[in-house]
């Protein structure tokens, strides 16, 4: 039987290089013995760290918590007994496993970015992702590796921030202040929108350097939370946030971002009660504030404990004083908590009889 000759633009005439989306089975055959740079440059973990014995952990602390498998040069896996290991998410297996773990990340990010590092060509880096993860590290600027146009993304993103925030009117002000009991002046200041698009509310979400890479949708008919196609996790930093601060207050979503923020406080939200702590940990050495309050949620499933603890124990390497408070008489969250009537005495109140938290506390505290 004749063969029809392939028509041009069929992907028998395309370049497989161009073609043909990298496998996980090549980028872990091309990372054996490599391992060890990848992670020291994903999250700086010392090279003498990954000798299989135990070691402080870089995400948790400790003293002797984490360790390198024996076959860590082959596979790149490693352990945390505090926060990395056969109960967590994700949990030990091989070095794409590590990457997601160090980089808060999902497995498609964790992949990207060690082609990335390797400087691979592959489609699938330079094509959209829908995936909602916690932003990464960026790869070494040492080597001199030709990046994804990721930029373009944030871009796109910023258009759609600022164009939801630039539609909205007076009144769908009022009614939005109304709905969720903040100021309109908070709202304002963390730049949320409308986007008739997703019919729902629009709130930015920015890197440490305060650019946009992600946009939070919240339905108001619903409250259901989703994020724009191509957003990574960042946080939720107002406008005329000072340069230098003091004490910085760090909230669990934006809500409670924007209810301290409307006591007069220097605030910054994160994603959830577990994210974006590389982001929070680059702000903070920006900000150089000489406190950090953790105000954390105080969730039935402790979710919000474990995170505010895990979040302290990092804080405490960059800053002087680490305080973790909780919102009393059984509210749930800071949002709750100042709308039941509290002020900002009687927040200052919690945060001076909390325990202060310092790196030499902490190192005895996760001995």
């Known amino acids: 039987m004749n063969q029809q000759p392939p028509k041009r633009g069929d992907s028998a005439t395309r370049h497989p290089k161009h073609n043909r989306r990298v496998s996980f089975a090549e980028i872990k055959k091309a990372m054996v013995g490599r ?18 014995r135990g070691h402080p952990c870089v995400r948790c602390g400790g003293t002797d918590r984490f360790a390198a ?3 860590f040069k082959v596979r790149g896996s490693v352990h945390c007994r505090g926060c990395f290991n056969a109960d967590t998410t994700p949990r030990p297996g091989d070095g794409i496993d590590t990457l997601c773990w160090l980089l808060d990340c999902d497995t498609a990010r964790a992949r990207q970015w ?11 880096c330079s094509s959209e992702s829908n995936t909602d993860s916690g932003p990464l590290s960026p790869p070494p600027a040492i ?9 373009k993304h944030n871009q796109k993103l910023k258009r759609l921030a600022m164009s939801c925030y630039k539609a909205m009117k007076p009144k769908w002000w009022d009614r939005l202040s109304h709905r969720l009991d903040l100021p309109v002046t908070e709202l304002q200041r963390l730049r949320v929108g409308w986007s008739q698009q997703h019919h729902a509310t629009t709130w930015p979400m920015r890197d440490s350097r305060k650019r946009i890479i992600g946009v939070r949708l919240r339905s108001m008919s619903t409250g259901k939370k989703w994020s724009v196609k191509n957003s990574t996790n960042g946080l939720f930093i107002p406008t005329q946030l000072p340069s230098q601060v003091d004490r910085l207050f760090i909230a669990e979503g934006p809500t409670d971002c924007a209810s301290l923020l409307s006591l007069g406080f220097d605030c910054i939200g994160r994603p959830s009660c577990s994210g974006a702590v ?9 900000l150089h504030p000489h406190e950090c309050v953790i105000v954390a949620d105080d969730d039935t499933n402790l979710a919000g404990k474990k995170g505010a603890e895990l ?8 800053c ?7 919102p009393p008489g059984g509210h749930n969250d800071a949002r709750d908590w100042i709308r039941s009537g509290a002020n900002a005495d009687e927040v200052l109140q919690i945060v001076h009889a909390s325990t202060t938290r310092s790196l030499k506390i902490m190192k005895e505290v996760v001995k």
Do not use: C, M, N
């Open 35 to 52: 391992w060890g740079d990848a992670v020291r440059d994903a999250a700086d973990v010392p090279r003498k760290h990954l000798d299989g």
């Open 69 to 71: 498998f024996a076959d």
């Open 114 to 124: 060690i082609v990335e590092w390797l400087g691979w060509d592959d489609p699938e």
């Open 143 to 151: 080597r001199s590796i030709s990046l994804p146009p990721r930029d």
């Open 278 to 286: 590389p982001q929070t940990l680059k702000l903070v050495k920006r």
């Open 311 to 318: 979040l302290a124990a990092r804080l405490a390497t960059v």
């Open 320 to 326: 002087p004083r680490v305080r973790i408070i909780y």
